[in-house]
């Protein structure tokens, strides 16, 4: 059960079909005063390869695109992304754990044995960094629908863990990705980055469940399950949190809003150094 609900809270998926910062001002003795903005935070990201073939050079460039869309949805947040590393990991481990199976527990400790060995190999990056793996797959129960999936919220500082990470899934491979792809994974990793450095949905996929945070709408499913299908979608909820970046799934909406202290949380993380 545990490894359940940390797939649905800490993960990103396809939704089903139908499925500015504002300066605040002060009013003080007469006086108006701005707030002051806080210092631009920066998170570095290690990207892992596995068993990724084709051109280093190319394989950069995907991994910049994809980069410079998460950049994007930052920007309003006082946000944004460092130093960038690439690792390419290739032989039969690689082949092996490029296809993750969330199921397989052989070793009975409640989370996944494909992840957790993954995420270990962020040992061998002993920087600062966040480290992101990209597979060729993220499958559980069947499904192939999981976009990507953060070891912990919040995860860990320590590397060589098996919550030492974030899976995103590459859809195949990193060079067959169209155009769309690498925009989609560039909002997932945006997404998961978040995840990682403390944030929740905003509402869960079932409409019961929300984050903590005073300033995110909620989607209640009593109010907008317009379907009753027991999910709330992002057209369902596009009026409320449906384009917020910590929505539960992706869906034919732009989903780049992130709230004043949706960005104070990832600020605080020790991942996030101060520019």
Request: aromatic fraction near 10%; hydrophobic fraction near 40%.
């Amino acid at each position: 059960m545990y490894l359940l609900r940390h797939i649905i809270r800490a993960s990103y998926l396809f939704a089903p079909p139908m499925a500015l910062a504002l300066g605040l001002v002060l009013f003080m003795g007469g006086c108006e005063k701005e707030k002051k903005e806080p210092p631009i935070h920066k998170v570095g990201l290690n990207f892992h390869l596995i068993d990724m073939a084709g051109n280093s050079a190319d394989a950069r460039a995907r991994v910049d695109n994809m980069v410079s869309y998460a950049r994007m949805v930052y920007q309003e947040s006082r946000f944004d992304i460092g130093d960038i590393q690439v690792r390419v990991y290739t032989g039969a481990d690689a082949q092996r754990l490029t296809n993750v199976d969330l199921e397989r527990d052989e070793n009975g400790n409640g989370w996944p044995d494909d992840m957790e060995e993954l995420f270990s190999w962020s040992a061998n990056t002993p920087n600062l960094n966040l480290d992101i793996f990209l597979v060729k797959s993220i499958n559980y129960q069947g499904a192939l629908g999981i976009l990507g999936i953060a070891g912990g919220i919040p995860g860990p500082v320590e590397k060589g863990t098996a919550f030492s990470g974030i899976l995103l899934n590459t859809f195949g491979g990193l060079s067959q990705m169209s155009s769309s792809e690498l925009e989609l994974q560039g909002f997932t990793m945006a997404h998961e980055v978040d995840h990682y450095l403390g944030l929740y949905h905003t509402t869960e996929r079932d409409g019961m469940e929300f984050d903590f945070l005073d300033d995110t709408p909620r989607c209640p499913a009593w109010e907008n399950d317009r379907n009753n299908d027991g999910l709330v979608s992002p057209l369902e909820c596009m009026e409320l949190d449906g384009q917020y970046l910590m929505f539960w799934a992706a869906g034919p909406v732009v989903q780049d809003i992130t709230s004043e202290q949706q960005a104070e949380v990832m600020r605080a993380h020790p991942m996030a150094v101060e520019q």
